[in-house]
């Protein structure tokens, strides 16, 4: 057989998301896996696009570390929310989604030898970038059942080799928000290892009931430290647009700019204009935002509860994270999971798809709650007839 795609990508052939998504397809299951909304975001934002596209604007590249404009938005943006400052001429870089953002900042940042700390389950594009830049996966299990981060085992995790710390907070797929006390625990290591954070805070805006999402960046002798991510994907719903972002200090942005130029280029001209009319939205957007998905979470938990599964309270992103609940037939979270499209019509992800360690994810379900009320409760029905 001809040699075609080098073995450390092999295991990266497929992804649940793109199994699931299959299986709901073929099954005409509800897709609660995937997470994307099934509303799109405002009308005003769409329009905005839509005109920039008639007009011709951002039709032909825009300049290759977004437009001047958009990062100005940005910077605007993390300055109004958590008091952080940044110079949109150096410090910003627009990126196609958050998940260029990540993979330009591994790959600029990590090399060979060098080990990278993830909290364990993680979303699966870490662990491909990870293994793009030769870098060493080190996971840290955050402890079911609630999933909080074991700060001794972090502590045990760190070697002379450790580079840098992945940190997702709101955190996908469990629904955790890292609290200030857990977030200053990692930042008093970060600090006394040196190591860079590369902050992946893709749901920024979609926290719950008094557990609001803080910004490592924002703890005292983190900001030179860290690149802090964010996606206007999830916090405009606007998914398949592919309009993410980095900042941070200088040298870190400079570092994630080299390498990201060489990847997509640039990306999105007309969403570029979109979002940073987004961004300055005033707070009732944010907050209204917030609301609605907080309804479809209480729907979703009260309805999984009265079916008997044990669900870990979500205190942000679209993610509830379940046990298997009455189906007890099963020998782990995956079996479940390819079973339930055909046995009840539903589709949800396995954590231990996003898991190195036994134990972690096997017995857990994430299901998506960022779908019209009247889907959550058509998954429910079916749920609750199988
Ligand atoms: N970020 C979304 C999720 O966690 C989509 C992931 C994907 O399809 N690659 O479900």
């Not at 397809?25 to 934002?45: K, R, S």
């Not at 700060?151 to 955790?176: E, K, Y």
């Not at 992946?200 to 802090?228: C, F, K, N, Q, S």
Request: aromatic share 8%; with cysteine; net charge negative.
């Amino acid at each position: 057989m001809r040699r075609t795609l080098v073995p450390r990508m092999e295991p990266y052939v497929s992804s649940i998301f793109g199994e699931m998504s299959t299986l709901a397809a073929q099954t005409g299951a509800v897709n609660l896996g995937q997470g994307f909304p099934d509303t799109d975001g405002p009308h005003e934002i769409k329009e905005i696009a839509r005109a920039a596209i008639a007009d011709g604007r951002g039709n032909q590249y825009p300049p290759v570390h977004g437009l001047p404009d958009l990062r100005e938005a940005i910077a605007d943006h993390q300055q109004r929310f958590y008091g952080l400052t940044l110079d949109p001429g150096t410090d910003v870089v627009v990126t196609t989604g958050a998940s260029e953002a990540i993979q330009s900042s591994l790959l600029a940042l990590c090399d060979q030898h060098d080990e990278v700390l993830v909290f364990e389950p993680w979303f699966d594009i870490y662990a491909v970038g990870i293994d793009l830049s030769r870098a060493r996966r080190v996971s840290v299990p955050l402890r079911p059942p609630a999933f909080r981060p074991d700060i001794d085992a972090l502590r045990d995790a760190i070697t002379d080799r450790t580079r840098l710390l992945l940190l997702n907070s709101p955190h996908n797929p469990t629904g955790v928000v890292f609290t200030r006390e857990e977030l200053q625990a990692i930042a008093d290591l970060a600090i006394e290892h040196d190591l860079i954070v590369l902050a992946d805070e893709a749901y920024e805006h979609l926290w719950y009931d008094g557990h609001p999402h803080i910004p490592i960046a924002t703890l005292p002798g983190m900001a030179e430290r860290t690149v802090t991510v964010g996606s206007a994907g999830k916090s405009f719903s606007f998914t398949g647009w592919k309009v993410g972002w980095a900042s941070g200090p200088t040298d870190l942005i400079r570092a994630v700019r080299a390498v990201r130029q060489h990847l997509s280029f640039v990306s999105g001209g007309p969403f570029q204009y979109a979002i940073a009319h987004g961004l300055r939205m005033p707070d009732s957007y944010f907050e209204s935002f917030r609301h609605g998905l907080a309804a479809q979470r209480d729907i979703l938990t009260t309805g999984l509860r009265d079916l008997g599964f044990t669900a870990v309270e979500s205190e942000g992103t679209y993610f509830l994270t379940t046990d298997l609940g009455p189906f007890t037939d099963y020998p782990d979270a995956l079996a479940l999971a390819r079973d339930l499209p055909h046995r009840a019509g539903v589709v949800a992800i396995p954590l231990q798809s996003f898991c190195d360690h036994a134990g972690v994810g096997d017995a857990a379900l994430r299901w998506a709650y960022c779908k019209r009320p009247e889907v959550l409760r058509e998954a429910l029905d079916r749920l609750g007839r199988a």
